[in-house]
């Protein structure tokens, strides 16, 4: 008997970074200090309590109980937060395009609604090859077909194996929807470059002369670029996409505020007409209205009043995350390239890759690894390392550790 519809997928969801946190909390309880906990995507001091940012919640405590009850505005999101949305990711560097914001539960929210918008089921979304799992999850739960590309070429982004991906998906369908999460890519840490942005659009633009291109860019850890000048740098781009081109932006609060569970974040759409604007904003306004119905009042509230009233202090509290992480970044990156442990190229953010292309290793370096009490998460070519929760402590040392299992696991098989 079945009471579900045809189409459903019954296989269980087990989040590995979940499962893998609760594993290493019961492991520290028997073996304290000598448990790494590697694997939790938040970030944490020196003493792996999370940060909680105290300009961020200082005022959201102040905040009228009356705020926090009510309802948001409308679904499409307070007015002053999508304001505050767009002067805080596009700053000035969007001039020529035509825009709008939609508020959303988290930027997984956003990400849902770029799923669920663009293709038709039973169509293709370009993704990365090294990525979020929950891309690809998304996707498939969404009746989409998935087409990769390779990430890498050496030391740098690898735009043949996207051109080749968009230039076959548009011989096989009407438009071309691809993504990429930079800068501070999860799982990697890299960060396209101005270099890189301009090569990109270039090729949009020339594939968008044979059918319509979106461009998703996840953008949930670009407040913790190490140059805090050159966090949006990469919008002034966008002022060169063709008619043919639309960008949606999915942005977090989550990193940006230290406000993982308050679940509130945005999409921004960019075109250059105000037409295909207005047409995808209408199908969000109904995705909105009619899965999440609107978002926290409360957290819209104070990021609006974070990035304005107290603009200052806030990039001062993130600045202080961000030199954590190079500190950690440092100590890590430092030891594994003296023990000979290849990455991938890491340049700045919450998390770096270590490079296992052969899935079976892989698997089998990431159950070692927990034998040994080091708790990572396993991605798409390799395992991930969060240095945003890695005390330094436990940073220095580490590779090298991890070098010995490698090299224990290797001389096994």
Known sequence: MRFHRKSA??????????????????????????VVQASIGTLCDDQQKIIA???????????AARSKA??????????????????????????TLHRTVIATPGGTGALWAAMNTFLDPGETVILPGIAWNSYAAMAGHNGLRIRTYEMFADEHFNFASLRQAMTDVSRRQDRVVFLLNTPCNNPTG??????EWDILIDLVNEVSETCPVVMIVDVAYFDFVNDPAARSSFCRHLDRISDSVMVNILFSISKTMTAYGMRC????????????????????EKTARLTWSNVNNAAME???WAVTADRDTLKEEIQAGVSLLKERSEIFLQEAAECGLE?????EGFFCTLKYEDPAFAAEMFRALMDNHIYTVRVNGGIRIALCSLPKAQAAGLARRIRTVQDQLAAER
């Open 70 to 95: 009510r309802y948001a505005e409308s679904f499409t999101g307070n007015a002053s937060f999508r304001e505050a949305v767009a002067a805080w990711v596009l700053e000035d560097h969007v001039r």
């Open 53 to 63: 940012f105290p300009s961020v919640y200082e005022h959201f405590d102040a905040m």
């Open 343 to 347: 990455l991938y190229p890491y340049r």
């Open 190 to 195: 890299y960060s396209l470059s101005d270099g």
């Open 9 to 34: 997928d019954l296989t269980p969801l087990a989040d590995i970074s979940f499962a893998t946190a609760a594993r290493a909390r019961h492991d520290r309880e028997v073996n304290g200090d000598l």
């Open 302 to 304: 104070c990021f609006a």
């Open 265 to 284: 974040g945005a999409s921004i759409l960019l075109a250059r007409r105000q037409e295909d604007v207005r047409n995808i904003e209408i199908i969000l």
